[in-house]
């Protein structure tokens, strides 16, 4: 029997999942590792070269972080887990965009569409060219370079991939997911129940390793 049945879905958007015979403790880790744990990226260091607006390079930097990315979590690692271990990063960890704008005789508004990636090619791109990021007066610039990384909503909510709820209608038990565009919906639900078993897995591991050194000392 399947465990796990999409009964309606809105696209890479939102889908709503059945529960059958799960128990609420593991339907509720799988919702949990949904917030938390399903890897997405966002914009995680802003290079400030130039910043001639209005807007404090503290918030402009924070503004920019929040927004979502279109996410490649197949062909790229979280930074904690890559071999290049370096704080630059490497081709596997990162991906370099720059923001330049300056405004002519006119004000102008600076958006998410501005961004410009190193490689042309990249896949990773803002989930939506229209997010305003700030506005410049006459005369004034910005120039940026950004590194968009990997990460996980526990450390910091910018990247939480959606959001996931469970509840209960006519006996049956659902889990409502939404994608906030880093990911389709079912890509979450995949990699949630593929994280909460990796945990399972090494908690196994663990344990055998306690009860080998228990029966060794007994
Ligand atoms: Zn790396």
Not at 79 to 90: A, N, T, V, W
Not at 122 to 144: D, F, H, W, Y
Not at 165 to 192: H, Q, V, W
Request: negative net charge; charged residues 25%.
């Amino acid at each position: 029997m399947e465990r796990l049945v999409i009964v309606e879905s809105g696209g890479d958007e939102w889908i709503r999942v059945e529960l059958r015979d799960v128990p609420v403790a593991i339907a509720n880790g799988i919702r949990r590792m949904i917030l938390r744990e399903v890897p997405t990226m966002a914009v995680e260091e802003v290079l400030i070269i130039e910043n001639s607006s209005a807007m404090p390079n503290e918030i402009l930097a924070h503004r920019i972080s929040l927004i979502p990315f279109v996410s490649d979590m197949d062909n790229y690692n979280l930074p904690e887990h890559c071999s290049c271990q370096s704080k630059l990063g490497c081709e596997k960890c990162v991906v370099r965009y720059v923001l330049r704008a300056e405004a002519g005789d006119a004000p102008i508004t600076v958006y998410s569409r501005d961004m410009t990636p190193e490689n042309p090619e990249t896949t990773v791109k803002p989930v939506s060219g229209n997010i305003p990021i700030t506005m410049l007066a006459p005369g004034q610039r910005i120039e940026l370079e950004l590194y968009v990384r990997l990460g996980q909503g526990k450390k910091h909510t910018k990247w939480q991939a959606g959001i996931a709820t469970l509840y209960e209608e006519d006996g049956k038990n659902l889990l409502y997911i939404e994608s906030f565009g880093f990911l389709p919906a079912k890509r979450m639900l995949k990699e949630a129940v593929n994280i909460l078993r990796r945990k399972v897995d090494d908690m196994i591991s663990e344990c055998e390793v306690l009860f080998a050194d228990a029966k060794e000392a007994s």
